[in-house]
């Protein structure tokens, strides 16, 4: 598998950054920035001495209070050297905010965006309308969300609140009240998901938010757990469903597709062998079989199951089936 790159904010947004704390008085100094930033004290001393040095910014270390500050008001920042993939990734970002639209969080991202665009006025001209057109995104089955339901569990998940709702299992009818304390909200699969703690059944659970109705806030609260995490929560998952297994998957995917599926990373536990005349094979760590199961189904006849076992025959049987409906008169 292939190391992931640690990435870092770009320079132009550190010290945009830098600048919007001098200038509304915050205590700024390396130790908060460094957290900040999450980037080294080097880079932090670095970009401080360029603002000063570089950009003639009237900026001072004052000991008294132990951080830096704005000698005089400064209104702007001054003009600055933006490249073309910073720029491009301005465009990518605003790009990006669609698949949050309908979301709360949709006017907050914005209004971030908004703030490192503002600092580019009058240093550099573009036409948004024109430039968008050289990135695109596009989302195949977006999920659908009651904005409803959506503020009241973001609102709940922030303020650690008990919440009930009535919830319906996919292929089922009838609703069911669940009682649970909301962890995390998660959009996985171009859909949003809430990882809650179940009280009645004592366990963590998934909830789909569009089969989620009639959320009721209840006056109660909770502490969440320190030990929780998202990353660790979905960690033998393909997509969305983890679950308690322990299942070493390896399928042998045909040359004709195996350049697409070295193009991407999967999972993180992947693993790839290639494998003589152009094919491959890509192996997996995961707790639960449906996800895959489906997903291997997509890519047809130029996927082969090897293992485990059990996979390999619930592919055989769905295979089996699909003949068997093909077969019959339309």
């Known amino acids: 598998m292939v190391p992931r790159t640690q990435l870092s904010r770009p320079p132009l947004e550190r010290m945009l950054r830098i600048h919007d704390e001098l200038r509304r008085g915050a205590l700024v100094n390396c ?21 000063r040095d570089r950009l003639d910014l009237p900026i001072e270390f004052d000991a008294r209070i132990q951080a830096y500050r704005y000698t005089h008001p ?34 907050q991202l914005e209004i971030a965006f908004e703030k490192l665009a503002g600092g580019l006025r009058d240093r550099i001209s573009f036409s ?18 009651d904005l409803t339901v959506f503020n009241a569990l973001s609102r709940a998940v922030l303020r650690q609140e008990e919440v009930a709702f009535d919830y319906r299992k996919p ?12 962890y995390h909200l998660a959009n996985r699969e171009n859909s949003w998901y809430l990882i809650a703690f179940d009280r009645e059944r004592k366990a963590l659970r998934t909830f789909a ?17 320190a030990d929780f995490s998202p990353e660790k929560f979905f960690a033998n998952a393909l997509g969305v469903l983890g679950g308690t297994g322990d299942y070493r998957v390896a399928i042998r995917f045909a040359p004709s597709v195996a350049e697409r599926v070295r193009e991407r990373e999967w999972h993180e536990s992947q693993e790839i062998r290639e494998l003589p005349g152009g094919a491959l094979e890509l192996r997996l760590r995961l ?14 006849a130029a996927a082969e199951v090897t293992a485990p076992p059990e996979l390999r025959e619930r592919i055989r049987q769905t295979a089996a089936a699909l003949v068997k409906l093909y077969r019959e008169a339309v």
Request: charged content about 25%.
């Open 287 to 300: 707790g639960a079989l449906m996800e895959v199961e489906q997903w291997i189904l997509g890519w047809g």
């Open 74 to 107: 400064v209104n702007a920042f001054p003009t600055v050297h933006v490249t073309e993939g910073e720029l491009l990734a301005l465009l990518v970002a605003q790009r990006a905010l669609q698949q949050y639209r309908g979301t709360p969080f949709h006017r």
């Open 209 to 225: 938010l569009p089969r989620i109705a009639d959320v009721a806030v209840a006056k109660e609260t909770f502490v969440r757990p």
């Open 31 to 51: 130790t908060t920035l460094v957290k900040a930033l999450e980037v080294s004290r080097k880079t932090v001393v670095r970009d401080i001495a360029f603002m």
């Open 128 to 145: 948004p309308a024109d430039e968008l057109r050289a990135v695109s995104f596009k989302n195949i089955g977006l999920g659908k969300t």
């Open 171 to 182: 292929g089922e009818g009838k609703k069911i009240r669940r009682s649970v304390h909301p």
